[in-house]
């Protein structure tokens, strides 16, 4: 069964990482992505790495602030998180890319609250 489990402060320092602890799939042949969704919105894409690490994207809302990484070593996502904003206040969820049925993965997400 794949398995994605975040880990993370609910309230943190302007500079933070949170992880993802990926089980039951092959973790080095997906691309991993992290999204987030506050109250009231909608879940958006936040920052996306492919496979091997190589190739990365980000939401240009965090651009230049946080940094998607992986250790597939370990099984690990990683989201550092460097200036953050009362905006980046919401549900972080790491998710693994559909497989041959179509089909993605969700993590059950943990909450990130910035104060102002």
């Known amino acids: 069964q794949v398995q994605l489990q975040e880990s993370g402060p609910g309230l943190l320092k302007p500079s933070q990482t949170l992880s993802c602890a990926a089980s039951g799939f092959t973790f080095s042949s997906y691309t991993m992505s992290w999204y987030r969704q506050a109250p009231g919105k909608e879940r958006e894409l936040v920052a996306v790495?492919?496979?091997?690490?190589?190739?990365?994207n980000y939401a240009d809302s965090v651009k230049g602030r946080f940094t998607i990484s992986r250790d597939n070593a370990k099984n690990t996502l990683y989201l550092q998180m460097n200036s953050l904003k009362p905006e980046d206040t919401a549900v972080y969820y790491c998710?693994?890319?559909?497989?041959?049925?179509?089909?993605?993965?969700w993590g059950q997400g943990t909450q990130v609250t910035v104060s102002s």
């Open positions: 998710k693994k890319a559909p497989g041959r049925l179509g089909i993605g993965s």
């Open positions: 790495i492919s496979s091997a690490g190589g190739i990365t």
